[in-house]
Structure formats: C-alpha cells, structure tokens
C-alpha cells in the first residue's frame, strides 16, 4: 500500500469501513488502534490524512471509541465520522453510514452484539441522513460528486446488491 502511495502521490487515504477486525475497538485505549493502524501504516506515502467510514465490523466495538477525537490526538492522521462531506478542489466526497441500513444486523445478529448509540430511533436516523446527503449533493457544484460507503449498493461479488442501498440510497444518486 505504501508503494503504491508513493507511485501516485496520493493527498490523503480513504478507509470503507471495518477498520478493526473482528469486533471494532474495545475502547479509546484499546492497543488495536495503535497495533492496526498507527504501526501498520508506516510508510512515508501513508502519513497523510485518513478519512474512515465505519463497517459492521466496527458496530461490534465501542463506536463511540472509532468516532471519539481522542484517536485523533492519539494519531493525528485519524479522522472518522458516521456521515461527512470532504472537498478536494474539483471532487466531494460524501461518507454514507450504510451499516445502520442493513436490516440482518438488527433482526438476525446472530452471535454478534452491536453498538447502535447514536443510532436509534434507526428509522429517524436513516431518514435524517438521506435527506442530509440528498441536500447536500443537490447543493454541491463540485464537477465530480463521490459517495462513500462501507456496503456495496450492486455487487456481483460474494455479498451481492445490498437491498436496503438499493430502495433507500440509490434513487438518490439516480
């Protein structure tokens, strides 16, 4: 990764999600963080700013530790947020929360616990952040409009369509 920084000369890093395996971070003190991310990503190419979106992965930690401003402090490379807007001269990029769309993650979590702080009432928060994006990309007179998120929409990969992306994210982007 950290060559092919260098070869492009990249301004910054975009992380999708499912920053710490296999169930986020315990907490803001939680050595992941510096084991998986401040040690790992050492190459000069890499010391650059990171923008992250959170994952399912990530909902099986403490969310609030991945969004806290302490990792920030900790690494000042680090910045992670549920949804977000960045401007980088002629493109935006829009960071979506997708985990909370995904309907299995609360009816069928299986042997899994997630931190939905933050979240509930979950019909609220996915109706306030469409229409939070759905603004925002009407407003925007960037020439290129990027939207950011940790599940895919369509997929012919293993996962396939995401359902939920499809009925409520997608005619936005249409």
């Given at each position: 990764?950290?060559?092919?920084?260098?070869?492009?000369?990249?301004?910054?890093?975009?992380?999708?999600?499912?920053?710490?395996?296999?169930?986020?971070?315990?907490?803001?003190?939680?050595?992941?963080?510096?084991?998986?991310?401040?040690?790992?990503?050492?190459?000069?190419?890499?010391?650059?700013?990171?923008?992250?979106?959170?994952?399912?992965?990530?909902?099986?930690?403490?969310?609030?530790?991945?969004?806290?401003?302490?990792?920030?402090?900790?690494?000042?490379?680090?910045?992670?947020?549920?949804?977000?807007?960045?401007?980088?001269?002629?493109?935006?990029?829009?960071?979506?929360?997708?985990?909370?769309?995904?309907?299995?993650?609360?009816?069928?979590?299986?042997?899994?616990?997630?931190?939905?702080?933050?979240?509930?009432p979950r019909n609220h928060y996915i109706s306030n952040l469409?229409?939070?994006?759905d603004m925002s990309l009407k407003q925007s007179n960037a020439?290129?409009?990027?939207?950011?998120?940790?599940?895919?929409?369509?997929?012919?990969?293993?996962?396939?369509?995401?359902?939920?992306?499809?009925?409520?994210?997608?005619?936005?982007?249409?």
């Amino acid at each position: 990764m950290g060559v092919v920084g260098e070869q492009l000369d990249i301004d910054f890093v975009i992380s999708t999600g499912d920053n710490f395996y296999d169930n986020g971070l315990k907490g803001i003190d939680d050595s992941s963080f510096h084991h998986s991310f401040t040690k790992i990503y050492t190459a000069p190419s890499l010391q650059k700013q990171w923008y992250n979106v959170l994952g399912n992965h990530d909902y099986r930690g403490d969310v609030e530790a991945q969004l806290s401003p302490v990792l920030s402090n900790l690494d000042n490379r680090w910045f992670c947020s549920r949804s977000y807007i960045v401007n980088a001269e002629f493109v935006e990029f829009f960071f979506v929360d997708t985990t909370p769309f995904v309907d299995k993650y609360f009816t069928q979590p299986e042997d899994h616990v997630y931190d939905w702080r933050g979240i509930r009432p979950r019909n609220h928060y996915i109706s306030n952040l469409l229409k939070d994006l759905d603004m925002s990309l009407k407003q925007s007179n960037a020439k290129w409009k990027i939207v950011v998120g940790h599940h895919t929409i369509r997929s012919a990969g293993h996962h396939g369509d995401t359902e939920e992306l499809v009925n409520h994210l997608l005619p936005i982007l249409e």
